[in-house]
């Protein structure tokens, strides 16, 4: 039995959202790694052959992928969905089908867990797999090779044509991660990994935690205000090892939501580093309420390199709007502290929260600046599937269900649903102002000179940095 897992090509990417100028085509790659694990449990299984196919970070066209498909002819093709990329997912499918009529294909990923149904009725769709997907993507490869498809629809978090109009799927859940194999590198070319931020490339990316405590009203992820699931430290660092023993990768990407959520787990983690003497780097995701001082130290000493964190707004009233809840004294207290243990600094910032002031919109610039912060991007705020802020849209009758209608139909154009036309102009420029206003500031300057630790991500930063501003000066927004 053979299976091909597809990350699709980027090719089709909402426009109208987030600018593109902002979306760095050359800011680095990053492996599919819900989909490597899936291949590692594939992999357990006897009498299979597996292939994946980053598209993307390979850079094939949708002709490219119709013609490794019809090479290596599958019987099973998984396709990766995402909602901002739903034609290139879509395309993907059809092609599969048209090149490879017989092979049963699958549709996963986080589109797939916000809109179940509307991708079952996909024609070119055969089941579709909602949440995590490694147990049953290895039951429906066992099923079909006993050929036992007609099972396939009452897997749990499984939909068929079939079983899909009398079936609510649950959402697939990994309970004990440690369970799971590390996710199958050896599946793609792991040179072609890299980040604009990392010490040195080629890196990796690795998921220690899933889920998050918090609920902020304008995040999509269906894993917010859940109960977190932790790799014990013991395991995490296995994989750590594994690592830099079969690829001699030393900087790591910790993609978790939040990856300090749990204060003893992350000291045991970086305890565990030091214990095995790795001379590793990494980076992670974190937020100041869920991190102090004497996490910092020891997540300093075992090669803590950036901490990025999700501030959204300088504006203290905003922060309870959007239920982030920030105190914003102490953003400055602990952001400052990491940086005064040279630990890079990243903050996402928004503009356009619902109910934001101009005077607001000038807080969170305001309070960047105020900051010692290494990198930051600036985003807009708009509704998505998903978060709090769409469902009460709609329940209060602000918009319809546009991405619903989009999703159902790609020739509904996404129009910006919180503000007008020349409202949505208006903050591309505000966007544009804060970019430059940040970075352009002969202190910051000054200041990241004396903190690189790199001259050839240096080089490509600035030359990234460059393309950008060249970008917003010719006000090429897209
Ligand atoms: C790391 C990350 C990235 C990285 C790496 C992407 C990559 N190569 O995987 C980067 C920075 C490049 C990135 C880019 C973007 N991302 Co992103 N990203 C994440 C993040 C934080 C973690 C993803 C991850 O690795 N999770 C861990 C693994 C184990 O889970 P998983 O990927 O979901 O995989 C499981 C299941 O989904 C399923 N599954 C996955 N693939 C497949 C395929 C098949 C066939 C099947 C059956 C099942 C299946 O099984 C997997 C194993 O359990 C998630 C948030 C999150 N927590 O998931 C957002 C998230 C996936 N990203 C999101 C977004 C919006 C984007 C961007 C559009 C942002 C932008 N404006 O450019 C781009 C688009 C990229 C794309 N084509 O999807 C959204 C997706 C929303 C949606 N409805 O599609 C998420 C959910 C964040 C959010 N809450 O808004 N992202
Ligand atoms: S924005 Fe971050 S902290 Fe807030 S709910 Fe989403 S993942 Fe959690």
Redesign the pocket.
Known sequence: MKVLLIYPPRENYIFGITPHVYIEADAGNYQPIGMLYIAACLEKLSGIEIKVLDAHTERYNHEDVKKIIGRFKPDIIGVYFSTYYLKDSLITVENAKNVSPKSYVVAGGPHVALYPKETIDVPSVDCVMVGESEESFSRLAELLASGKSKDIGSLDNVLTKESASNKAPSRGKVNDLDSLPFPARNMIDYKKYSSILTKKNPCTTVITSRG?????Y??S?L???QRVRYRSPINVVNELEQVIKDYNIYDFLFFD??FTSDKERTISICNEVLKRGLKIRWHC?S?VDVLDEEMVKVMKKAGCRLIQF?IETGNQRLQDVIN?KLDLKKVKETVNMVSDYRIYTYADFMFGIPSETAEETRNTLEFAKSLKLDYVAFGMFHPIPGSVFYDQGIKESKFGDFWRDYVVDQAKVIEDHSWTRRDREKFHLIMADAYKKFYFRPGFMIRKLFRIDSLSQMIWQMKSAIRVFSNLILKRFK
């Open positions: 998050c405590p918090f609920k902020c304008f995040c992820n894993e917010s205000g939501e939040l995701r937020r999700g982030k």
